[in-house]
């Protein structure tokens, strides 16, 4: 199993829709989780962190549930320029006692017209 | 945008040959990562480091080496190429390890024949 899981998609939406994503870890331990996009053929850049009260950046809510280890990020109204892959990234906890970021493969969202 | 600059952008070399990838930041972050991005995984981490001379092992650093010998420079070798190691190379930086946001460069397309 891997440590962190997406739905690779791609989910296809009309512009203006609501959609969700959602994100399963594997490590109970895990301490810290992101959204990060991704833009075709570009560098993944922070979307937003994800805190166990949920948090809202205008069109985007991320939500943490960790009794279900699961990860979720809404978009709202969503727009053309939402297109890209939405990377889910989770700080795990090494054996060694280190951490580390590990990434799930992404969801791909289009936005279509 | 981060100060994050990556050469060469693009390289196709043949199995056997030596390979250098350079990262070179300008934000005077601590931490330093290499990560690979292929088809169906996540990125993952290569070797990092966090600090001058202070190096560690990802999850896939068999065949690869690295050095830091200035707080700037982030060099990633493979000594003898492989198919297996066609892919897209991210160096990212951070100043909060692990937990923190990640600063990605703009990649390396690596093609090894």
């Known amino acids: 199993r891997k440590e962190v899981e997406q739905d690779p998609g791609p989910f296809n939406v009309p512009e203006g829709a609501t959609v969700a994503f959602n994100c399963t870890y594997s490590n109970s331990a895990s301490q810290s989780f992101f959204w990060y996009r991704q833009d075709c053929r570009k560098e993944p850049k922070l979307l937003m962190s994800?805190?166990?009260s949920g948090n809202e950046d205008g069109r985007f809510t991320a939500q943490l549930n960790r009794a279900s280890q699961y990860i979720s990020l809404l978009i709202r109204d969503s727009k053309l320029s939402d297109s890209a892959t939405y990377l889910c990234v989770v700080n795990i906890m090494g054996t060694g006692g280190g951490n580390k970021l590990t990434f799930g493969t992404g969801t791909q969202l289009k936005v279509e017209l | 945008d981060a100060g994050i600059t990556q050469s060469p952008r693009h390289k196709v070399t043949e199995t056997g040959t030596p390979v250098t990838l350079r990262c070179h930041q300008t934000?005077?972050?601590?931490?330093m990562y290499w990560y690979r991005q292929d088809p169906g995984h996540g990125l993952r981490l290569i070797h990092y480091?966090?600090?001058?001379?202070?190096?560690d092992k990802g999850e896939v650093s068999d065949g690869y080496s690295v050095s830091r010998s200035k707080t700037e420079d982030f060099l990633l070798t493979l000594e003898s190429a492989t198919s297996s190691q066609t892919s897209v190379y991210f160096c990212?930086?951070?100043?909060?390890?692990?937990?923190?946001?990640?600063?990605f460069g703009e990649g390396s397309r690596l093609t090894v024949l």
């Open positions: 934000e005077n972050h601590r931490y």
């Open positions: 480091s966090y600090g001058v001379k202070d190096t």
């Open positions: 990212a930086i951070s100043d909060q390890g692990n937990t923190g946001e990640l600063f």
């Open positions: 994800v805190y166990s």
